[in-house]
């Protein structure tokens, strides 16, 4: 099984012994029972294949970690309860009250509240670098006490392509991993592990579940990153646990770091995902690379239009000709960079208003990555808490309005922009 196509629809697939039904079932217990004394006591130290328990490990949620790790290229996937409980697992997992982590500039604006926010407050700090920082002015912010480099693959709203290369080649000299959000992008049109990455994360919310009907995030590791060659610096990975049991690396090997998480941070934090999430999440999966290129269709041809309409003054998406993206557009995500297009009005904030106020098909909500096209103003809803510096800081402003286009026929997504556009 190569094909992408084929591996979403049966990677990591399970037969129910019990029934032999072919879609994996909803495993809706919290259990599971011991062969005996020993049985018991050996799962609990993680010394069985057997399940312990469904906070860390439940049959439908591993079918679906297995098939999104299967699709980026990754040894190990585990699911958790949201995208947002994904980062603050990963950065839980390497960082420590008094540690630093370095992050690109331009990220969801959940993500910087994060890092602002309880992070900080936990004793966490970052510093933001501007995605066309050269690799210099990076190894320049590099701390001792850093222990990784987060960024996302196509940044939530503004758009464009990170570099990834870029920061692959300052975090192995910083020897530091790199965690890349790979949301907006999917394995389908971008594989970070390919340039360099080395943990990748997914709101499997948006359009690997894409439906709308579900919140989930996933957590996947490469096997990339070198744990004992800095053990130093991660020796939660290298180090024996507790009453005599081998390291991480030991007992998992190239798969140390989600062996890691599913037997500390997870089981320790609970952010457990419910497995009938995980069920609709594997309905979503089976479609995505169809979905992703009827999501880039429509998209091209929607930005196409936006660009030529009067009332609107800017449209980013990285694919346009003249994006000061377009380069690594085609060598990240040559088969398109994403569905997000954000348009600037020429008429300001009252604009935004008319114009997401007159949508008629399009849904005015707070989400990307549904089948059904969506639109919202950032800068007075994701945005709203920051002052007009901190917008701009971000390339947010009043006029700024986000369109996730859906797989609705083109022609009708086209119409409604253009009648809402025309009533300005």
Not at 180 to 198: I, K, Q, S
Request: with cysteine; charged share 20%.
């Amino acid at each position: 099984m190569t094909g992408f196509t084929t591996r979403q629809v049966h990677a990591g697939a399970i037969i129910d012994a019990e029934t032999k039904s072919r879609v994996t079932p909803i495993y809706q217990t919290s259990g599971y029972v011991f062969d005996s004394f020993d049985d018991g006591k050996a799962r609990f130290a993680g010394m069985s294949k057997q399940r312990a328990y469904s906070r860390t490990d439940n049959p439908t949620n591993t079918v679906a970690a297995q098939r999104i790790a299967n699709l980026e290229g990754g040894v190990d996937g585990i699911l958790v309860g949201s995208g947002q409980a994904a980062i603050a697992t990963v950065i839980f997992s390497l960082a420590n009250a008094g540690d630093h982590v370095l992050t690109t500039k331009l990220l969801y604006e959940g993500t910087r509240e994060m890092f602002r926010g309880s992070l900080q407050r936990q004793g966490v700090s970052s510093t933001a670098i501007d995605e066309h920082a050269q690799e210099d002015a990076w190894l320049a912010a590099v701390r001792p006490e850093t222990k990784a480099i987060y960024t996302e693959s196509i940044p939530n709203p503004v758009g464009g392509v990170t570099d990834l290369g870029l920061l692959s080649r300052v975090a192995k000299r910083a020897g530091l991993p790199l965690i890349v959000d790979n949301t907006v992008a999917t394995p389908y049109l971008c594989r970070p592990f390919e340039h360099g990455a080395d943990i990748i994360i997914h709101s499997t919310s948006k359009w690997l579940g894409g439906h709308g009907s579900v919140i989930g995030g996933a957590i996947i590791d490469g096997g990339t990153f070198d744990w004992e060659a800095h053990a130093d610096r991660f020796p939660q990975f290298t180090a024996a646990g507790a009453h005599g049991r081998p390291s991480a690396k030991e007992r998992y090997g190239a798969a140390a770091y989600t062996g890691y998480l599913r037997w500390s941070i997870v089981i320790e934090y609970g952010p457990t995902l419910p497995p009938t999430s995980a069920f609709l999440l594997l309905h979503g999966i089976e479609t995505l690379s169809l979905r992703m290129q009827r999501h880039i269709e429509n998209t091209h041809r929607v930005a196409k239009v936006l660009v030529a309409h009067p009332a609107v003054a800017r449209v980013h998406h990285a694919d346009l000709p003249g994006s000061p993206y377009r380069e690594l557009a085609k060598k990240y995500t040559p088969l398109g960079a994403g569905s997000v297009v954000t348009i600037e009005l020429a008429g300001g904030r009252d604009a935004a208003r008319t114009f997401l106020d007159s949508l008629e098909l399009t849904s005015q909500m707070t989400h990307i990555g549904d089948v059904r096209t969506l639109a919202i103003h950032t800068g007075s809803t994701i945005h709203g808490k920051l002052t007009t510096e901190e917008k701009a800081e971000v390339d947010i402003n009043d006029s700024l309005v986000r369109i996730s286009v859906g797989i609705e026929d083109a022609d009708d997504i086209i119409a409604d922009l253009v009648q809402a556009l025309d009533t300005l």
